[in-house]
């Protein structure tokens, strides 16, 4: 669909005014401490999310519309354009394959805030259109309901399954068109959201127990509140928090849908992850509009339970395939089976771990709105984790190739015949993950910095510039150079900034254990305690050059004695970074269960641009120790067997599966 050179001036121009406009229509958390920046406020330089995001750009996201245009595998646009009467057929996918489209939607509106494309922004238009067309009357829009309607089949009502994610698509849509206004200042899909949101507010005017079972996945929560700050509609605030508050009137709730108890009286993370972590989410979204308090002990005591006794070290979570949740808890007869669970406290399996990329996922877009509202560094650092660990592993290097689940381990004889590939598949059935990940990758710039009436928040370092306006219209221009997370040094230089004083805050992150920092080359007398933000206030000049250095010495990682899989194992840390052995870097026919790590083991960074698109490893010496054949026996005598040294190299966790069928493990036995 190429443009000539008028349209594209045309299309230059339209995107210049109506970011002014969109940028004016935002509604202020008035219960947020820190305030998030516009994706279009911060553009990456060169470096890691540049280098992902570019990924995400070419590769990612058209095979992604290669997929979801056609129907070799499932139909996704061709159910709204069955629903809209534009095609024959049926519905054939997952109930929840519309909220999947809208990820893939908002990953391309995202890509257009930095470097806007006239063609995507057609294909856009032209989809808005199809959607809006599939959309009834009244607002409802869930293709599979439609679609049956369409066929004569009246018998297939809105809400008459509870799992049929009606409202964690229309929850996706209302999101996903919140950004493409903000993005292009268009109202087209928003409108369509609108409806449908009003369409909500209608069926739930008087929430009845019946209608409580209806939040699977509850994406709307935050959907609705992203609506309301877009529009500044309180009808919409209502609504989320009447849905809220409507889970607590449910009689056959149970841990799947963490509506066994209400939610007041919840202390722990239970149940299927992405689930959980979504209603976390939206709940400490609601939270920073109402500034409602008992909101806050439970997400505080869930927080807890979850980093303490449940997160697994690459920050990825939903430990268990299926369970019962809590499965050892004496209330057996109210307790509910789970997909994907929590598990209980310190329950990490390592060769079965689940981790479904959309948990992982969640896990950040839950402590992000944490750290909005609390402005405490610890939510960063957990997110940061995830980011870097256990979402970045969902996608392949080439970026067409995704995992479902996240396993700490993989071994050639394996205890159990998984479900779920151990190799990263272009489709996967439940293809919730794939454009979940490319959203998240091409909005990773949303979360760099934050914003306070006065003060700039640096939460995550690589490569960028900033351009933003503080409450007082003041303009802030930064730029910042650095090889995070390879390289600890970051350069920060004011390029303009308000000639009154202004603070910069630093995120000092939990593993920095001796960072410093000059300004203008002179060191600052200012405390940088880990997990913390370093605050530097002064009027500040043009020219003016920060140097925060954070060290990252490797780091071996032990876990809790009640972690039964990893007692007397090793993880290897360095920076953000988790670290994990592929069989692939170890000499020919050595297997991992023959491997141990000694505990002074010497490990040596070292980047390396030739190896997986540019990384650093670590090279040291490890222990063989050659295990021999076992037969058809569960326990044999012991023999203290002859340890050998062998070189080894270590690569990040997120890299691995990229060379080949491998055996890989995060944690490795202790010499």
Request: with cysteine; glycine share 6%; aromatic share 10%.
């Amino acid at each position: 669909m190429p443009m000539n050179y008028t349209q594209l001036i045309l299309f230059a121009i339209a995107c210049c005014v109506t970011e002014q406009a969109s940028a004016q229509s935002v509604q202020v958390s008035p219960h947020r401490v820190v305030v998030p920046l516009r994706l279009a406020e911060v553009k990456w330089a060169d470096g890691f999310w540049r280098q992902r995001l570019a990924t995400c750009r070419d590769k990612t996201v058209p095979a992604m519309w290669e997929i979801m245009r056609g129907t070799k595998y499932k139909p996704y646009l061709e159910h709204f354009r069955i629903a809209a009467g534009l095609s024959d057929g049926t519905y054939h996918g997952a109930p929840f394959n519309d909220g999947d489209f809208y990820k893939w939607m908002e990953a391309v509106c995202a890509l257009q805030a930095t470097e806007p494309d006239p063609e995507w922004d057609q294909r856009l238009d032209e989809i808005v259109e199809i959607i809006g067309k599939a959309q009834r009357a009244d607002g409802y829009l869930h293709t599979p309901v439609l679609i049956a309607n369409r066929n004569g089949d009246t018998t297939v009502k809105p809400f008459g399954d509870r799992f049929n994610f009606e409202m964690y698509n229309m929850g996706h849509l209302m999101t996903v068109a919140c950004v493409h206004h903000d993005l292009t200042g268009k109202d087209s899909l928003l409108n369509i959201a609108r409806k449908a949101a009003n369409f909500l507010d209608n069926a739930y005017r008087n929430p009845t127990p019946e209608q409580a079972g209806h939040a699977i996945c509850p994406s709307h929560y935050m959907g609705l509140l992203d609506l309301y700050r877009t529009t500044g509609e309180t009808r919409y605030l209502n609504l989320a928090e009447r849905l809220i508050q409507m889970r607590d009137q449910i009689v056959d709730g149970g841990d799947d849908n963490q509506d066994r108890l209400p939610f007041m009286r919840q202390n722990e993370a239970v149940g299927h992850a992405v689930r959980a972590t979504y209603l976390y989410a939206g709940i400490a979204d609601l939270y920073a509009e109402t500034g409602d308090k008992k909101l806050l002990k439970p997400l505080t005591a869930i927080w807890n339970n979850l980093v303490e006794k449940k997160l697994y070290i690459t920050g990825g979570c939903g430990a268990l395939y299926d369970g019962a949740s809590p499965d050892g808890s004496k209330d057996q007869g109210s307790i509910t089976r789970v997909h994907q669970a929590f598990g209980r406290n310190y329950q990490l399996p390592n060769t079965t771990a689940h981790n479904e990329t959309c948990a992982n996922i969640g896990n950040v877009l839950w402590n992000w709105r944490m750290f909005l509202a609390s402005g405490e560094a610890k939510y960063i650092d957990v997110m940061e984790l995830a980011l870097y660990n256990s979402v970045l592993s969902g996608v392949s290097l080439n970026g067409t190739g995704f995992f479902y689940t996240n396993p700490l381990r993989v071994s050639e004889a394996a205890p159990v015949d998984l479900r779920w590939s151990r190799m990263r598949v272009p489709f996967v059935t439940s293809f919730c993950c794939p454009p979940n990940v490319a959203r998240t990758i091409a909005q990773v710039s949303g979360y760099a910095y934050a914003k306070s009436d006065n003060a700039i928040w640096v939460n995550l370092y690589s490569s960028n510039t900033l351009d933003t306006k503080l409450r007082s219209g003041s303009r802030v221009l930064l730029e910042q150079r650095t090889e995070y997370p390879w390289n600890g040094k970051v350069q920060i230089t004011v390029v303009e900034c308000p000639a009154q004083p202004m603070e910069l805050k630093l995120r000092i992150p939990g593993w920095a254990k001796s960072a410093t920092l000059k300004v203008d080359g002179e060191s600052v007398a200012t405390e940088l305690t880990p997990g913390t933000y370093a605050s530097l206030e002064r009027t500040w000049k043009p020219g003016t050059v920060i140097e925060l250095n954070l060290p990252m010495p490797v780091q071996l990682i032990e876990s809790h004695p009640l972690v039964e899989e990893t007692r007397n194992h090793l993880a290897v840390k360095r920076g953000p970074i988790v670290y994990c052995l592929e069989s692939i870097d170890l000499p020919k026919g050595t297997s991992l269960a023959e491997v141990r790590i000694p505990a002074d083991v010497n490990l040596q960074s070292r980047f390396d641009a030739d190896l997986l698109q540019g990384v650093t490893v670590l090279e040291g010496e490890f222990a063989f120790l050659g295990t021999g054949d076992w037969p058809d026996k569960l326990y044999r005598e012991f023999k203290r067997p002859d340890s050998t040294p062998i070189p080894a190299t270590l690569v990040p966790y997120f890299t691995w599966s990229n060379r080949g069928a491998s055996e890989m493990s995060v944690w490795l036995p202790l010499n």
